[in-house]
């Protein structure tokens, strides 16, 4: 009965190698996000989308492509890996009213510990 | 853009005692304000949310107060337990299509038995 499901949990790869983790809610939202958690623990939005559109993208390395496939899904490729992306990602979903009505609760994932070596 | 300061980065209390953890944020834009708790290898989850058109909200032993003019937020918990025990993020959006959030640097609190 997982609301925000990722996978894998765990995930260690050579440097210059291309990856993906997969993240799934079943919690009927229309907002999906990756954060990325470094080891000094702060987090940072990386992507969000809404109804299948890129809305936020903060300042990361085009190396990193969300793709969406549904409402439901918001997957992260991740290619040519840097020792650097070595971190926990998570991916959230929220309910986004549609207007900007009211900023609502994002609940997260389990995270996937990303180790590149 | 949004830039969040949180203070102190850690806190130990005896079990039992207030902890008290203060954020400050930069855009006068922002009006939500919501607080996430860390467990060690969990995920974060919302514990205690405010709006700004609330100066204080409280759940139990958890308390958030606002201050719009200043700029500044704070987390109280009261009688804290080891269960406590955590990293604390505060947070700070504005009501947008986007949801953009900023999180702090997180706080990490100790409570001891």
């Known amino acids: 009965d997982t609301a925000v499901s990722q996978t894998p949990k765990y995930l260690v790869t050579q440097m210059g190698n291309d990856k993906s983790i997969k993240c799934e809610q079943n919690l009927g939202h229309d907002t999906m996000y990756w954060y990325k958690q470094d080891s000094k623990k702060f987090l940072k939005i990386m992507f969000s989308y809404n109804n299948k559109e890129l809305i936020i993208n903060e300042t990361v390395p085009n190396r990193f492509s969300p793709k969406s496939p549904d409402k439901a899904h918001l997957n992260l490729h991740i290619n040519s890996l840097e020792l650097g992306d070595s971190a926990v990602y998570f991916c959230?979903?929220?309910?986004?009213?549609?207007?900007?009505?009211?900023?609502?609760?994002?609940?997260f994932g389990p995270g996937t510990r990303l180790t590149v070596l | 853009g949004e830039n969040v300061e949180q203070h102190p980065s850690t806190l130990s209390v005896q079990e039992g005692d207030s902890a008290v953890i203060k954020c400050t944020y930069s855009d006068s834009a922002s009006n939500y304000f919501p607080w996430y708790k860390q467990e060690l290898g969990k995920r974060p989850q919302l514990i205690i949310d405010i709006r700004s058109n609330v100066g204080e909200k409280k759940d139990q032993r958890i308390a958030v107060t606002l201050n719009k003019t200043a700029k500044h937020f704070s987390l109280h918990i009261t009688e804290t337990q080891p269960e406590d025990s955590a990293v604390y993020f505060c947070a700070a959006s504005y009501d947008n299509y986007g949801q953009n959030f900023v999180f702090g640097p997180g706080t990490r609190l100790s409570v001891l038995p």
């Open positions: 959230a979903s929220s309910q986004d009213l549609a207007g900007g009505a009211g900023v609502h609760e994002q609940f």
